[in-house]
C-alpha cells in the first residue's frame, strides 16, 4: 500500500509542477505580447533584468523568514550558469533582429533545435541511451510542433550564428539546472537564491545598452504611464512563478522532458493567440500539427517511462573511475525521478 500511495504522490506532484509551470509561462507571454505590442515596451532584456530583481527579492524575503536554509554553491559553477542564461536571452533577442521574422517564426524553430541539443548533451555527459520508441515520439513532437508553427522564415548568417549561441546556452542552461540541483542537494528557491542576484545585476547594467542596439530607443526615455507600470509589475510577478516551475520541473525531471512535455505550452499559446486575437492562419495544416504535437507528448511520456526507454548505460568500470569519468550527474543517483 505504503509504494502505491508514494507513487501517487508522485504523480500528483509532478502534475502539480507541470501545471504551475504552464500557467505561469502562458500566462507571462500573454502579458508581455500585451506589453510590447500594445504599450510599446520593447525592452526585452531590461525586463528580463527586471524579473531576476523580483525573484531576487523573493527569495531574500523567504530567507529571512527561514523557508531558505543556508547552502553553498561553488563561484565557477555559479559563474557559467549566469554566462549560459544571459547568453541565451541575449542571443534570442539579437537572433529575433537579425532573421527580420517575427517572434512566432524565429522561437518555435529554436524551441525545436533545443530538444536534439538537449538529448546530446545528456548522451555525451549523462551517457544516456534512448529506446527507439522514445526517439519515434520526440520526432514526432517536433514535426507536429513544426508543422503549426514555422511558417516562412528568411535567416541570415548572422542570425543563424545568433540562434545556434541562443540554443545551446539555453541547453547548457537547462542541464546545468538538473546538474546543479543533483550534485549539490540544491532546492529550486535555493539554487534561484544563489543564481537570480547575480543575473538580476547583470541583466540591469548591460540590458538598457543590449535593447538600445536592439531598438534604437531608450529604456530610461519611455514613456511610462500607470498602465504599462502595471503591466511591468505584473510580468515581474508572474515571472517569479515561471524562474521557480522552471527549475522545480527540470529538478524533477530532465531537461529533455522538460523541452518535450514543454511544448505544450507553445500549443497553448497558440491557441489562445487564435482564440483571443482573431482566427487568421489558422487552418486544417495547424490543427493537424496541434494534434499530433499533443499525441508525441502523450507517447514520449508514456515510452520513456517504461523500462529501458531512457536509461543511463551501464559502465563496467569501478564506481570510484565511473564517477570521476561519467561526473556531470554520477551524484545524482536515483533515476527514479526522470520521465
Known amino acids: 500500500m505504503a509504494p502505491t500511495s508514494k507513487a501517487?504522490?508522485?504523480?500528483?506532484?509532478?502534475?502539480a509542477a507541470w501545471m504551475f509551470n504552464i500557467v505561469t509561462s502562458v500566462g507571462i507571454i500573454m502579458v508581455n505580447k500585451a506589453l510590447m505590442a500594445t504599450y510599446g515596451f520593447t525592452f526585452?532584456?531590461?525586463l528580463t533584468g527586471l524579473h531576476?530583481?523580483?525573484t531576487t527579492l523573493l527569495t531574500l524575503v523567504f530567507r529571512w523568514l527561514g523557508y531558505i536554509q543556508p547552502s553553498h554553491l561553488p563561484l565557477s559553477n555559479l559563474?557559467?550558469?549566469?554566462?549560459?542564461?544571459n547568453l541565451s536571452i541575449v542571443g534570442m533577442n539579437i537572433s529575433l533582429m537579425w532573421n527580420s521574422v517575427g517572434f512566432y517564426q524565429v522561437c518555435p524553430i529554436a524551441k525545436l533545435c533545443m530538444i536534439p541539443v538537449s538529448c546530446l548533451l545528456e548522451i555525451v555527459f549523462d551517457k544516456i541511451q534512448y529506446s527507439r520508441a522514445t526517439k519515434l515520439s520526440i520526432l514526432i513532437v517536433l514535426l507536429g510542433v513544426g508543422i503549426c508553427t514555422v511558417t516562412d522564415v528568411s535567416v541570415n548568417m548572422k542570425g543563424l550564428i545568433a540562434a545556434i549561441i541562443a540554443v545551446w546556452s539555453t541547453a547548457l542552461q537547462q542541464y546545468y539546472v538538473h546538474f546543479l540541483q543533483k550534485k549539490y542537494s540544491l532546492g529550486?528557491?535555493?539554487?534561484?537564491?544563489h543564481t537570480a542576484p547575480f543575473q538580476a545585476a547583470s541583466l540591469l547594467v548591460l540590458g538598457p545598452f543590449v535593447d538600445y542596439w536592439l531598438t534604437n530607443k531608450r529604456v530610461d526615455a519611455f514613456d511610462y504611464n500607470i498602465t504599462c507600470v502595471f503591466f511591468i509589475i505584473l510580468s515581474c510577478t508572474i515571472a517569479v512563478g515561471t524562474n521557480l516551475s522552471q527549475f522545480i520541473c527540470?529538478?524533477?525531471?530532465?531537461?529533455?522532458?522538460?523541452?518535450?512535455?514543454?511544448?505544450m505550452k507553445t500549443i497553448?499559446?497558440?491557441?489562445?493567440g487564435f482564440f483571443l486575437f482573431g482566427r487568421e492562419g489558422l487552418n486544417l495544416h495547424v490543427i493537424f500539427g496541434m494534434i499530433l504535437a499533443v499525441l508525441g507528448m502523450i507517447w514520449y511520456g508514456n515510452a520513456?517511462?517504461?523500462?529501458?526507454?531512457?536509461?543511463?548505460?551501464?559502465?563496467?568500470?569501478?564506481?570510484?573511475?565511473?564517477?570521476q569519468k561519467h561526473g556531470l550527474l554520477a551524484e545524482s543517483g536515483d533515476h527514479s525521478d526522470k520521465v
Do not use: C, W
Open 8 to 15: 501517487d504522490r508522485k504523480a500528483a506532484l509532478d502534475a
Open 44 to 46: 526585452a532584456t531590461t
Open 52 to 54: 531576476f530583481a523580483t
Open 79 to 85: 559563474m557559467r550558469f549566469v554566462l549560459f542564461g
Open 188 to 193: 529550486s528557491f535555493n539554487l534561484l537564491g
Open 250 to 263: 527540470i529538478g524533477r525531471f530532465t531537461a529533455v522532458s522538460f523541452q518535450v512535455i514543454g511544448h
Open 268 to 272: 497553448l499559446v497558440l491557441a489562445l
Open 304 to 323: 520513456s517511462s517504461k523500462p529501458g526507454g531512457k536509461e543511463r548505460r551501464l559502465s563496467y568500470s569501478s564506481p570510484t573511475n565511473k564517477s
